[in-house]
Every structure is written in structure tokens, then in C-alpha cells.
């Protein structure tokens, strides 16, 4: 079972999801929803994954896509595309223990900063699947 939360603490989630898909995203919209150069994700089964605790803000960040926030402390929870419902992206800084899931690589390094240092993981310069 995986653990996590907003900063604050309103928001508690858990999953017994098998992560899969654990990526930096380099793309713009993570940067500019959360304020960081990237955004480290993983997916689960969306029946996996359980809201435990108050209720996430959510917004449509493109046509299709979903991000849930702490509309208090601000902490990006998760990202939900209306394509593939049977997914859910959580983000990995957003667990109690980071370390259980790290990233297998970096997606959307067309759009990487100029100034990020390379991490030796595999670089996709879009998407490998899905946004
Ligand atoms: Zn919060
Ligand atoms: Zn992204």
C-alpha cells in the first residue's frame, strides 16, 4: 500500500496499485501548474487509487486532461485524461515515501529547461503513451 498527501494534510490518499509508467515530465503544463522545472509521475488502476481524506480541487488543464490540487496548501495530487479513464497519474513527491517509486525516465524533453542536468535515465521527447 502507498501513501500520500497534500502538504498541509486535508488531502490523504492511498493505493494498492502496482505503480507502472514512472516518469519525469518535462513538459510545460507540469511546470507551470506546480512551479517546478519538471513533475515526477506514476499511474495505477484509477479503481486502485483512494481519496481518504477531504476532497481535491480539480481543474482542466487542456481539453482532456484533469489535475486535482489542495485548493488550501496547493499540492499537486493527481492528472486524469479523459482518453484513458482507467488510469490515474499520481504525483510521486506527493507520497509519504518518494523513494518506493522512483522514475524510469524522462518524457517530454521537447520541452525540457535548458538548464536541467541529465540524470542518465532514457529520454523521450515526447510522450512514451499517453500525455
Ligand atoms: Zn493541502
Ligand atoms: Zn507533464
Redesign the pocket.
Known sequence: MLTG???????RYETDGTPRDETNCHCSICRRTTGAPFVTWFSVQSTQFRIVK?RPARFNSTEKGTRSF?S????QIAFEHADFPNLIDITTSSLDNPDLVPPRDNTRTSSRLGWIVQNGLPNYRESRQQG
Open positions: 498527501g497534500c502538504y498541509c494534510g486535508a488531502i477531504g489542495c488550501r496548501c496547493g499540492t
